[in-house]
């Protein structure tokens, strides 16, 4: 099989996207529309991805900043067929050419790998769509035994041209030695003053090559985006495929039109969802896992049976089976849950392995910490682990208890089955089965009087 080269077109400045950000660098689904294009390239298996850059060239190129992509730079925009033209030198002869866009993002690999296996340099492939307003996009021409011909944009094409139905989505694929043949000879005499890509249809099907053609499954694969109404279009329209692919392998969402994911989710069977969940990353979901309202979960794994109540915020964690987290809490990276854990509301964890059995129920702060056992940790505590330069540990055997609004200053040992008393900073280490009380002796005072408003 001939090498497979693909040429992406990024160089627009997207001026109705009203922004000082570049067009392609616009998220869908939380990432930028060219990394969707470009990871699409990547599964394809192309040997090169060659991207032509214009307009904020230093910000798309600092996006990706490993070297798999190839930067082309277009310094003048002088229409679709110039900006592949820049590619040129960098294409050989014997390759296969893909032609994508930076502000197209959702095509399918599927749809993609459909067009270019049986590509040669006896054909040319090229994906149209069926729209039922055509307006603005160049139609496809086809001679009376159904056969492409050319393809005329919309400000060139006769009335009866602008009747047609089926237009040109932009991508295609051809021949290296081919586009080094047609692309020198374009011409700009037309109603934009510009290198139409398009063009080298009609120098395609003069030269005798079959011209194949081929649709997407849905159109939103191949549509673009020019403003920030289409973007949110599109944005709806992947999440709901994301809902759906969830449901089909065994999630009940509360509802499908409030679920983000923005990253990659594994799940296996019985989940519930609520609404307004979003998810980052990469996230691994186990069976019977339960995900209440408002929560946000990035890079994370959460085991069968887990319970995640509402507006609680987990990040780069694990939590293990039937383990119990909310509502409210947040579980930062680092933290790790045994089996049947609870960590409760307005808790937050950092870099804490909390042992099976163990409880964290309220109002605490948790950090750089090793938890045993059936630990139980009371409201308000904190663990003191930053001396203002270093982090220092904590550490906590089975079975230990830690009384209401104590702080542990660390780094501190508590032994096996330590107990802490209520209200006490704890600055040494505790032995096992110990009792450890650190706070100001109470001295009541006979006779006070309160102050009066003068």
């Known amino acids: 099989m001939t090498p497979l080269h693909v040429v992406i077109l990024a160089a627009g400045q997207g001026s109705r996207m009203k922004s000082a950000l570049p067009k392609v660098l616009h998220p869908v689904a939380g990432k930028p529309m060219l ?19 214009g307009h904020g060239a230093e910000a798309v190129r600092a996006s990706l900043p490993d070297n798999s992509v190839n930067w082309v730079m277009q310094t003048e925009q002088l229409g679709t067929g110039h900006a592949v033209a820049q590619a040129l030198p960098h294409l050989p002869d014997n390759a296969r050419v893909l032609v994508l866009y930076g502000d197209v993002p959702l095509t399918a690999r599927n749809t993609l790998e459909a067009m270019v296996s049986d590509l040669d340099e006896s054909n040319l492939a090229l994906l149209t769509v069926d729209m039922a307003n055509p307006h603005g996009y160049g139609r496809i021409v086809r001679n009376a035994a159904g056969q492409v011909q050319a393809i005329v944009e919309q400000k060139d094409a006769s009335a009866e041209q602008q ?5 040109n989505t932009g991508i295609l694929a051809v021949s290296a030695k081919h586009l080094k043949d047609w692309l020198p000879t374009l011409s700009n005499s037309n109603a934009q003053g510009e290198y139409y890509l398009t063009d080298i249809i009609a120098m395609a099907g003069d030269k005798g090559l079959s011209i194949t053609v081929s649709q997407p499954l849905n159109p939103f694969e191949v549509q673009g985006v020019n403003n920030r109404l289409q973007l949110a279009e599109l944005e709806r329209w992947y999440q709901r495929q994301q809902a759906n692919r969830l449901m089909t392998e065994g999630a009940t969402l509360a509802d499908p039109a409030r679920l983000d994911v923005r990253g990659e989710v594994t799940i296996g069977n019985d989940l519930w969802i609520d609404v307004n969940v979003v998810f980052e990353g990469k996230v691994t979901l186990g069976s019977n896992v339960s995900i209440g309202p408002g929560c946000v979960i990035k890079d994370a794994t959460i085991a069968d049976g887990a319970t995640i109540k509402a507006n609680s915020v987990i990040e780069g964690a694990s939590v293990g089976a039937n383990a119990e987290v909310g509502p409210f809490a947040r579980l ?8 049947n854990t609870k960590v409760g509301n307005f808790v937050e964890t950092k870099k804490a392995v909390i042992g099976e059995g163990s409880k964290i129920n309220h109002l605490s702060y948790v950090g750089d910490t090793s ?13 003191c682990n930053y001396d203002g330069v270093n982090k220092h540990r904590t550490v906590m055997g089975d079975g230990v208890f830690v009384g209401s609004n104590s702080s542990l200053v660390a780094p501190v040992i508590l032994g096996q ?17 110990e009792l450890a009380v650190a706070r100001g002796k109470q001295r009541n005072i006979t006779g006070w009087e309160r102050p009066k408003k003068a």
């Not at 990394?35 to 850059?53: C, M, W």
């Not at 009747?163 to 237009?167: L, M, R």
């Not at 089955?417 to 089965?433: E, F």
């Open 163 to 167: 009747e047609i139905k089926e237009v």
């Open 371 to 383: 938890m045993g056992r059936n630990v139980n940790v009371g409201a308000g505590t904190i663990t």
């Open 417 to 433: 089955d330590a107990t802490i008393g209520a209200g006490s900073t704890i600055t040494r280490d505790v032995g096992d089965n």
């Open 332 to 339: 930062r990276p680092g933290t790790e849950l045994a089996a």
């Open 35 to 53: 990394h969707h294009v470009v990871d699409t390239a990547r599964q394809l298996g192309a040997e090169q991805i060659h991207t032509v850059i």
